[in-house]
């Protein structure tokens, strides 16, 4: 069996490159191929086939597919006239990653590599290869030659299109009526005009300033040609006053990544609500189906922005489509409607062919254009082909010069080669050196920096006393939180206990036995106190408790400004906190995490709920949010047992006006599970104004179900104030490292449960 030859290729990520062959026979002659054929394939993550093509008597020439980064492998067989097929080629593909990113355009395969291949004479010999440069400046003459030939074809294809177009067009103008008549079919000008519609009846209106769309798109559709003069625009608008000024409208069209002026109507005066008014262009914008519009609405001779009601329905959002504030370069679109509107459109004549349009005036006139257009490019293109293959022929005649400083270049790049970090299956590099980049280096999955690397300047790996110094830096913007122990009181099933107990720093309370068929209950109000410097605003960001029970619990938080009504002696489900003064409109908070529920022994956790109380002004109530929230870990991590702390961060001040997700929760284990720090709910944030010490109270309500005494602790915490420029450094830490226990979050209108013992 004949043996194929080894030939390793190297290729760049989706750049496609080809392989030039010239077949010789053992005794150096050129051989001849005709009649015969080249089949190949690739495999990388799946066979894919090589584009192999016989191109002269003695030439062929195999294309490489646009692959992927990685390694692959290949292989090349010859179909001789007689029908036997024997292997040619075979190797491994080694395929680079590319760093400067795709430009979009589809480039040509480029020469990359040139063999004379020898075949054997019997049919147990191996193939033999010798790398040739000169191929490929045979194969680049080739293309040439061909290209050449190509495009003197085409030019005198186009020129005798020209000629029998002009023969088309005079017969469309004076034989083809008369001849479809005598057969019963009627050729006439289409007349030109439409009237299109858009949006959909509805009984809102929204304030419009400019509406931005895509001319031709499904709100403004049944227009059959591509271009046409938009000639007026009818809309109904709503105000609370007469609009008692002129008014027009102004079309801007988006070019080149700019909006320009195209076209402004006529002026309608003394506008009065529900009114029907026509906008009117004379003599008519000229629109292409695609063009990017904003119609603006102008008030008087300065053609100031003018905000107008607008009959409308929302819809879902579509690009290029919607409210736009106001007309810049380029606008800013803020939101998506339907506009009722009517639109009233010109088009060029043109043939119609039993009332259905066959193509417009301007396009028949076009055609015999665009035709001598097209020559004259291929004539041009031709020239420039002959030229390249005079240069490419010149080139042939250096190549035997060049070949020999090819072969030395050769070595040189194969050692090159050889010296470049290789990329493995799974994408790994290592590199020996070091790396410098002038740009930004990212790196989404972290950087390892081994312990042992020391670092005695900034320029060293990483400067440990820099690390180490951040990290004393966010110590900085941290404050403490004490109990203030002599306020402390309790009610129910709850008594203070003097084990465990450092007035100010810790609190043990113990939560008495319960009956037999029955619960213990009892509550404990743990006011807070600490430095908290501030005036009228707070810098607060976040807060941490120490918190930990044995007996089922509920930990109720107050935060930020606002008085709150503190209530002891309710079930688990009803609310500790409220806000005070009869729910008198505050922007501060409270927050309850319930853990009431035994060990899940099918799923293998605790079920945990956090409800947050808060109030937004465009609501103009208290609403609550309630989120569920399953923590898996195993039956030795008991719950509230192996709770540590409670933490609180948010990344920047919220607003007050609408809801915004700034804050969250998290719940810190000290037991042995894998995953000690869970995010277990998504909240609105501290309002800055008066907050504070962020956290000002802290009740635990506790159920003890068992016969004998259990217990409930609470610690010490920690303020934490932003850094520079509004930023919480904890808060990105922390929402890198927890894991995500969320599993539903629901918002209502807030009720007092308020079900008392």
Not at 266 to 284: C, D, E, H, K, R
Not at 306 to 335: C, Q
Not at 371 to 396: F, L, M, N
Not at 499 to 513: C, I, Y
């Amino acid at each position: 069996m004949r043996q194929a030859a080894n030939y390793n290729v190297h290729a760049t990520e989706s750049l496609p490159q080809s392989l030039a062959l010239h077949f010789i026979s053992p005794s150096g002659e050129d051989m001849d191929i005709s009649g015969m054929t080249l089949r190949g394939a690739v495999v990388q993550d799946g066979v894919i086939m090589l584009d192999c093509a016989v191109t002269g008597v003695s030439t062929a020439l195999v294309t490489w597919p646009r692959l992927a980064a990685g390694c692959g492998a290949y292989d090349i067989f010859l179909t001789d006239a007689s029908g036997k097929e024997y292997p040619l080629l075979k190797g491994a593909v080694h395929v680079m990653s590319r760093v400067t990113p795709p430009d979009g355009t589809n480039e040509a395969a480029a020469v990359a590599g040139a063999l004379d291949v020898s075949i054997p004479e019997t049919e147990d010999g191996s193939v033999t290869i010798v790398e040739n440069p000169s191929i490929v400046v045979e194969e680049l003459v080739r293309q040439a030659e061909a290209a050449r030939d190509e495009a003197e074809q085409l030019v005198g294809t186009l020129e005798e299109q020209v000629e029998s177009g002009e023969l088309v067009n005079e017969a469309v103008a004076n034989k083809l009526p008369g001849a479809l008549k005598e057969a019963g079919v009627e050729l006439a000008a289409a007349t030109g005009q439409s009237t299109l519609s858009s949006g959909d009846a509805a009984d809102t209106w929204t304030i419009v300033g400019g509406y931005a769309m895509t001319w031709g798109d499904e709100i403004l559709a049944g227009h059959l040609p591509d271009s046409c003069r938009l000639t007026s625009i009818s809309t109904v608008y709503f105000f609370t006053d007469p609009a008692l000024n002129q008014y027009c409208l102004r079309i801007w069209r988006l070019t080149d990544g700019a909006y320009s002026l195209i076209g402004t109507s006529a002026y309608v005066s003394n506008l009065s609500s529900g009114q029907t008014a026509t906008w009117v262009f004379t003599p008519g914008v000229p629109l292409t189906r695609g063009d990017v519009i904003i119609i603006q609405v102008c008030e008087g001779t300065e053609m100031t922005p003018y905000a107008l009601g607008m009959h409308a329905v929302l819809t879902p959002s579509v690009p290029g489509r919607g409210l736009v504030a106001e007309v810049a370069n380029p606008p800013a679109v803020n939101g998506t409607m339907a506009p009722l509107m009517t639109v009233v459109v010109d088009y060029d004549d043109g043939i119609t062919l039993g009332g259905m349009e066959l193509a417009t005036a301007r396009q028949l006139d076009s055609l015999g254009r665009d035709v001598r257009q097209s020559s004259a490019t291929s004539e041009a293109a031709a020239r420039t082909a002959g030229q390249s293959a005079a240069a490419a022929s010149r080139a042939a005649n250096n190549a035997a010069t060049s070949a020999t400083s090819a072969a030395n270049s050769a070595t040189a790049v194969q050692q090159a080669l050889a010296a470049i970090p290789q990329v493995d299956d799974a994408g790994n590099m290592t590199i020996p050196g070091g790396l410098t980049a002038a740009g930004t280096v990212n790196a989404n999955g972290g950087i390892n920096i081994p312990l042992a690397v020391g670092a005695p300047t900034d320029t060293g790996a990483v400067n440990r006393f820099y690390t180490s110094g951040l990290a004393g830096a966010v110590s900085a913007l941290v404050q403490p939180i004490y109990l203030n122990s002599s306020s402390i009181t309790v009610a129910g099933s709850i008594s203070k206990s003097s084990n465990g107990t450092l007035a100010g720093l810790t609190q043990r309370f113990s939560v008495g036995a319960a009956s037999a068929g029955s619960n213990a209950y009892g509550s404990a109000v743990i006011p807070l106190t600490g430095p908290n410097g501030q005036f009228n605003y707070s810098s607060v960001c976040g807060f941490s408790l120490a918190v930990n029970a044995t007996a089922f619990a509920k930990f109720t938080f107050g935060i930020g400004r606002g008085s709150k009504t503190n209530r002891t002696g309710l079930t688990m489900d009803s609310y500790s906190m409220i806000p005070g003064n009869d729910l008198a409109v505050n922007h501060g908070e409270i927050i309850d995490v319930t853990i009431n529920t035994p060990y899940d022994t099918v799923r293998k956790g605790y079920e945990i709920r956090v409800r947050e109380i808060f109030y937004v002004s465009s609501v103009g109530h208290w609403q609550v949010k309630t989120t569920t929230v399953f923590l898996s870990v195993g039956t030795n991590e008991l719950m509230p047992n192996g709770l540590n702390r409670l933490i609180y961060m948010q990344s920047g001040p919220p607003s007050t006006a609408v809801r915004e997700e700034k804050a969250a929760l998290y719940m810190e284990l000290g037991g042995g599970s894998t995953n000690t720090l869970f995010k277990i709910a998504s909240l609105r944030g501290f309002i800055a104004f008066e907050a504070g010490t962020g956290v000002s109270t802290l009740i635990i309500d506790a159920r003890n179900e068992k016969t004998y005494a259990l217990s409930a602790d609470a610690g010490t915490g920690t303020r934490h104030l932003y850094s520079n420029g509004l930023t919480n450094p904890t808060y990105h830490a922390l929402e890198a490292m927890a894991v995500n226990a969320i599993e539903a979050e629901e918002t209502a209108d807030f009720e007092d449960i308020n079900i008392p013992l």
